[in-house]
């Protein structure tokens, strides 16, 4: 009988070893994948449970390799598809609710305004890429209202950014779609969790990059998403069917 909890022991000591967060997704990635899709299912789900049961980080490093595969569109869409087929034959919420593959984002910037970088021109997209990777301040605050993805990419990267700043950027109601997927990709800021919480909370993000962070939320900031209606109602599900999945553990 396959026990997920004895699989999620190996990719502890595979994953543990490695140095970054990148590397352990590529390694979690090629491991899981060669795991027929009956299996899958319930490691899935366990990876998704353990972070809250837990808190431990051996626990949290597996479900962020297993993430950020995800919002990275680095999971076989085959090997994706036919391990959600095998847990909605046994009915497995949790990986229904949270193996999900994300979508393109449309990286457009037409209908948000680019920010005065210099009084006389707007720059062109090269130059506010530069431009938020210099450690200046006053270049850091124009470059955290652009609306370009790439710009975005480049600033994210920027050693001077703090997590002030980025979750003034993650809480914005005028912000691209497309500048949140980043922060929800970024293996340095996701895992803040003031970050976390401006994201998951912050309607224009994407849903299916909103439910990637549910796992590593606070049990009281995961309530409170399960019972927020103003959110999509996919990631409400998400917080409700994990919450649900952990009470018999909690409660004793």
């Known amino acids: 009988m396959f026990e997920p909890s004895a699989y999620l022991s190996e990719f502890h000591h595979r994953l543990l070893g490695l140095d970054t967060p990148l590397q352990r997704s590529a390694v979690f990635l090629a491991e899981v994948v060669e795991v027929a899709p009956e299996m899958a299912a319930p490691l899935f789900s366990e990876i998704c449970r353990r972070p809250v049961l837990t808190r431990a980080p051996e626990d949290i490093v597996v479900a962020e390799a297993a993430f950020l595969s995800l919002v990275n569109s680095q999971w076989p869409v085959e090997h994706l598809?036919?391990?959600?087929?095998?847990?909605?034959?046994?009915?497995?919420?949790?990986?229904?609710?949270?193996?999900?593959?994300?979508?393109?984002?449309?990286?457009?910037?037409?209908?948000?305004?680019?920010?005065?970088?210099?009084?006389?021109?707007?720059?062109?997209?090269?130059?506010?890429?530069?431009?938020?990777?210099?450690?200046?301040?006053?270049?850091?605050?124009?470059?955290?209202?652009?609306?370009?993805?790439?710009?975005?990419?480049?600033?994210?990267?920027?050693?001077?950014?703090?997590?002030?700043?980025?979750?003034?950027?993650?809480?914005?109601?005028?912000?691209?779609?497309?500048?949140?997927?980043?922060?929800?990709?970024?293996?340095?800021?996701?895992?803040?969790?003031?970050?976390?919480?401006?994201?998951?909370?912050?309607?224009?993000?994407?849903?299916?990059?909103?439910?990637?962070?549910?796992?590593?939320?606070?049990?009281?900031?995961?309530?409170?998403?399960?019972?927020d209606a103003r959110l999509d109602e996919t990631v409400q599900w998400a917080a409700q069917v994990l919450l649900a999945s952990i009470e018999p553990a909690t409660d004793t």
């Open 81 to 227: 598809q036919h391990t959600r087929e095998a847990a909605a034959y046994v009915e497995n919420a949790v990986t229904l609710a949270f193996l999900v593959q994300t979508q393109t984002v449309d990286t457009s910037s037409d209908s948000f305004q680019i920010p005065k970088y210099t009084s006389d021109r707007v720059l062109t997209l090269g130059e506010r890429k530069s431009l938020a990777s210099r450690p200046s301040r006053h270049t850091l605050e124009k470059a955290m209202m652009d609306p370009h993805p790439d710009v975005a990419q480049k600033l994210l990267a920027n050693p001077r950014l703090t997590e002030d700043d980025v979750v003034r950027i993650a809480a914005k109601s005028t912000v691209a779609p497309s500048v949140l997927c980043q922060i929800a990709a970024s293996p340095r800021w996701r895992r803040q969790k003031i970050v976390q919480k401006a994201l998951v909370h912050n309607r224009l993000l994407p849903a299916d990059f909103a439910i990637t962070l549910i796992p590593f939320l606070e049990h009281r900031v995961m309530a409170d998403v399960a019972r």
